[in-house]
């Protein structure tokens, strides 16, 4: 894990309409159970970080819908992992083909990333 990264502002979760009660939460149950045997835990908001204790908050996003990142501190690699080109590439796609909006990056003083996208 990152330790840099810590804090409820860096938990596990996935947001799927209805949450675990919804279309998507008993296969979201079942793919757990068979690959990972994480607990699932529907997320309320302002849930704590789940770091070292195999959780994942399943969000409703019909009640917390997502709100994209700046692009600048998507894609980069982490302080203990340097990930693919390939990896790297994939945020120019993302932005031609619209999944992702261009955003004004603040100055980044981890990656040193400045760009704006």
């Given at each position: 894990?990152?330790?840099?990264?810590?804090?409820?502002?860096?938990?596990?979760?996935?947001?799927?309409?209805?949450?675990?009660?919804?279309?998507h939460?008993?296969?979201?149950?079942?793919?757990?159970?068979?690959?990972?045997?994480?607990?699932?835990?529907?997320?309320?908001?302002?849930?704590p970080?789940?770091?070292?204790?195999?959780?994942?908050?399943?969000?409703?996003?019909d009640?917390?819908?997502?709100?994209?990142?700046?692009?600048?501190?998507?894609?980069?690699?982490?302080?203990?992992?340097?990930?693919?080109?390939?990896?790297?590439?994939?945020?120019?796609?993302?932005?031609?083909?619209?999944?992702?909006?261009?955003?004004?990056?603040?100055?980044?003083?981890?990656?040193?990333?400045?760009?704006?996208?």
């Open positions: 894990p990152d330790y840099m990264d810590i804090g409820a502002a860096y938990r596990a979760l996935v947001g799927v309409p209805g949450g675990l009660h919804g279309p939460g008993d296969a979201i149950v079942a793919a757990n159970a068979a690959v990972h045997n994480m607990t699932l835990l529907e997320g309320v908001g302002s849930d970080d789940t770091i070292g204790h195999n959780t994942v908050y399943v969000m409703d996003s009640v917390f819908p997502s709100v994209q990142a700046e692009v600048c501190l998507q894609f980069h690699d982490d302080a203990t992992v340097k990930y693919s080109d390939a990896y790297h590439e994939l945020v120019d796609g993302l932005l031609e083909n619209g999944r992702l909006e261009p955003t004004s990056c603040p100055p980044n003083l981890i990656n040193g990333c400045s760009e704006d996208h």
